[in-house]
């Protein structure tokens, strides 16, 4: 086992997971430093959210490692990955998953509430950030009362809420009209900017992507560089096992994370 760079926030090496034997990530390695933007790109099935849950300590990877902060996120019990979700990462996806029986307020402060915030603190937090992302006026009302695009506005509130060190945003943006999409992702990067929040961004659109520092392609579950290398190795040498090529392409792609 091989400790991160300081300077990484999250880091992760040569990771690999299935899903009922089908392969889901192969090999995948990612480092992000403090308030840097990265967008993970690649088409549907690629291994965008599969990465995005390993990272966050949702899926424990079957081989590889992760790191946050140069601590050893793969070998903790699932009580500390579900502790380290609540206090550090924020996560919002394509769904807003409000509860339908809590107020407005209520949903943007559950990440504070579950871990024992006072009700007076906690609101107040969240209506800071419903204000700022103009639906203070719903803070009182149901999620029934809300748009799917004003919903999700919620579920973006609630990511930041507890000042996260990292956020997972799988795919944020995708039910949403232009307008309501360009309002939640400004909003989105610039509480990363402000705040020094790390965020790794999920898409397949380029317009969203274009908002992140930098990019991490997947293509079938493998870092794009790496599965074209293979693929043009494997071209050049039909029927032949896997050349030493090909394993330098995924080792050096691994080893120049923190260049």
């Known amino acids: 086992m091989v400790a991160p760079p300081d300077n990484d926030v999250l880091w992760a090496r040569s990771l690999h997971y299935s899903h009922s ?14 308030g840097e933007i990265l967008a993970v790109t690649g088409p549907r099935g690629s291994g965008k ?12 990877p079957e081989q590889g490692e992760v790191w946050f902060n140069s601590v050893p996120v793969h ?26 029986e809590l107020k407005v307020w209520e949903n943007a402060a559950l990440p504070l509430l579950m ?8 609101k107040h937090a969240a209506c ?25 506005r919620v579920a973006l509130a609630r990511a930041l809420v ?25 909003t989105l990067t610039s509480a990363a900017r402000s705040h020094e929040i790390t965020v790794l961004l999920a898409t397949h659109d380029e317009e969203t992507a274009a908002a992140a520092d930098r990019r991490l392609a997947l293509l079938d579950g493998r870092s794009a560089a790496v599965a074209e290398a293979a693929g043009a190795d494997a071209a050049g040498s039909p029927g032949s096992p896997a050349s030493p090529g090909s394993e330098t392409t995924e080792d050096q792609a691994a080893c120049s994370l923190s260049a």
């Open 75 to 100: 070998t903790m019990g699932a009580l500390a990955r579900e502790r380290l979700r609540r206090d550090r990462f924020g996560w919002i996806g394509p769904e807003p998953r409000l509860l339908p």
């Open 49 to 60: 959210t599969t990465l995005l849950r390993c990272l966050s300590g949702q899926l424990p």
């Open 162 to 186: 507890n000042q996260p060190a990292v956020i997972f945003a799988d795919e944020p943006t995708a039910p949403l009209h232009r307008a309501e999409r360009t309002l939640l992702l400004r």
């Open 128 to 152: 800071e950030w419903l204000e700022r992302l103009d639906i203070g006026a719903f803070a009182r009302k149901r999620p029934a009362a809300l748009s799917r695009a004003e919903s999700q």
């Open 21 to 34: 034997g089908s392969p889901g990530l192969i090999g995948v390695s990612v480092a992000v430093g403090q």
């Open 115 to 122: 871990a024992g915030v006072s009700h007076r603190t906690a």
